[in-house]
């Protein structure tokens, strides 16, 4: 009877040996096959991360989907709504947003750990047509939320900008608020309760500009003529429709965005995004309530201007 001599040879660079290869004994050839591994472990490094596969881009991107916000401790919420009779942002809100960053910047340590956000009723060509004229660049805040809600923008991160460059919402959200949402129903419903009953046609009409495609924006022609928010919203509900619905912009405007949205929906969304990152300590800012007293000093001192 034969037996076959068999030894278990282990290789100090991981890879499994063949039992007839006799194992080096020089430490010299140990330590370089060790120094071979690192480098070539190193050298594939940039490899991927240039790497063009799309699963490989989408598994390398779920960490760092929103890497500023991940990086903040604080997020101030500049939610200052100032509106002319026409409804376009006065002069006022840029003023707001302006010293607003000027007083958290005044603080060394606090500007440090501290993110910026804005949340408007205004659509995103709106909300940067406003921080172009004060010179104020999107990328000083971290997200903008827009539309009453309906949308959200991540201006500081580049996985948030489409082929051609441009700012594109969050799609992980705009799945969210989705949820039995009917945007042509909310339109057309709307539309017709909302018909003057003297038989002067509609006290609304269409913002188209304001539209996208889960916020359905009308301009208020009569304030005085309109159904209460309460008495549209049971209407709605009795058609089969659940939505929110608002009067902003100074009245001039009417805003029906998803059940699942809101501005306060789109806040509690981002900031969700930094749950296991760090603790946080989000501050609204508006006219009452500004978060920290360096804060707050500012804005005492500019509304006594």
Known sequence: MEFQDLSLRLSIDGERGSTNEPASSDPQD?????????????SAAPDAATDKNPANVQAAGTVNKYPLLRRRRRLFIVAVDCYGDDGRASKKMLQVIQEVFRAVRSDTQLSKISGFALSTAMPLSETLQLLQTGKVPPTDFDALICGSGSEVYYPGSAQCLDAQGKLRPDQDYLQHINHRWSHDGARQTIG???????????VVEPDM??????????FVRDPKKVRTIDEMRERLRMRGLRCHLMYCRNSTRMQVVPLMASRS????????????????ATCTLSSGNMATPTVRRCFQDYTRR
């Not at 140990?30 to 190193?42: A, C, E, F, G, T």
């Not at 929906?265 to 603790?279: E, K, V």
């Open 30 to 42: 140990q330590v370089q096959k060790i120094m071979n591994k690192l480098h070539q472990s190193s």
């Open 192 to 202: 017709k309760l909302m018909a003057s009953q003297d038989g002067s046609g509609s």
């Open 209 to 218: 500009e304001s539209c996208n495609a889960h916020c359905v924006s009308f």
């Open 265 to 280: 929906q789109a806040l509690s969304s981002g900031t969700s995004l930094c749950a296991g990152a760090c603790p946080w």
